[in-house]
């Protein structure tokens, strides 16, 4: 159980620090552009809230595969494929938790402005400054909400997971795979035990966000 614990959670904070790496510049433009292009690239970003996770598990099985074109490039490198390995694993929860990472920061981009980038803009601070030191630190709450859907959205993923990652022992199992072994093997009691712990992890990770989000508010952040 130890290893299944420690797998989920170097599962959900790899992917929480690298999808708010990549989220927060894609958040940007589509905070600030006006184009046909955004609204295609948006719903693009939206796929995975929609789509069943077992049809985009299915799609991504496929093209981390060892005969897709894309694990074609990375034969010379000696990498023949990356279904049922960590690094798949961890591809796969970033498109799927992709849209809890972006529409936060998004919607904290939009709320900021253009008033104070004006401001700095009229103090010569360059467009790179501004967004550093004045659009980042307004936007923060967005940066909180995101890291804690994240998480908690890749603690409990399941039909991706088991898609991708299949429940290797040791190496791609994790505790959403583990519950659903268990009720396989009719050991009941055992997937109550974990399915409570996720279920109180969940809550408390989204009253965590709701008391932060009101404490923030309440000063006028």
Do not use: N
Request: no cysteine; hydrophobic share 55%.
């Amino acid at each position: 159980m130890e290893t299944v614990l420690q797998t989920t959670l170097a599962l959900a904070s790899v992917t929480t620090v690298l999808l708010l790496v990549l989220a927060t510049p894609l958040a940007w433009w589509l905070a600030r552009r006006r184009s046909v292009l955004k609204d295609v690239l948006a719903a693009l970003v939206s796929l995975p809230i929609v789509l069943p996770p077992t049809v985009l598990g299915f799609y991504l099985l496929i093209a981390l595969g060892p005969s897709s074109p894309l694990m074609t490039l990375l034969h010379p490198f000696g990498v023949r494929t990356l279904a049922f390995t960590f690094t798949g694993l961890v591809i796969g929860s970033t498109v799927y938790s992709l849209p809890f990472a972006v529409q936060p920061i998004r919607a904290a981009f939009e709320g900021v402005g253009e008033r104070p980038l004006e401001v700095a803009a009229t103090l010569r601070a360059s467009p790179l400054d501004a967004f550093f030191t004045v659009v980042l630190p307004q936007a923060r709450r967005g940066f909180v909400a995101a890291a804690v859907l994240v998480f908690a959205h890749t603690i409990g993923e399941f039909g991706v997971v088991l898609m991708i990652g299949g429940g290797v022992p040791g190496k791609t199992e994790v505790v959403s795979i583990r519950i659903y072994q268990m009720v396989e093997s009719l050991d009941f009691a055992g997937a109550h035990k974990l399915a409570a712990g996720l279920l109180a992890f969940a809550f408390l990770a989204l009253l965590g966000l709701f008391l932060a989000d009101r404490r923030t508010g309440a000063v006028g952040l």
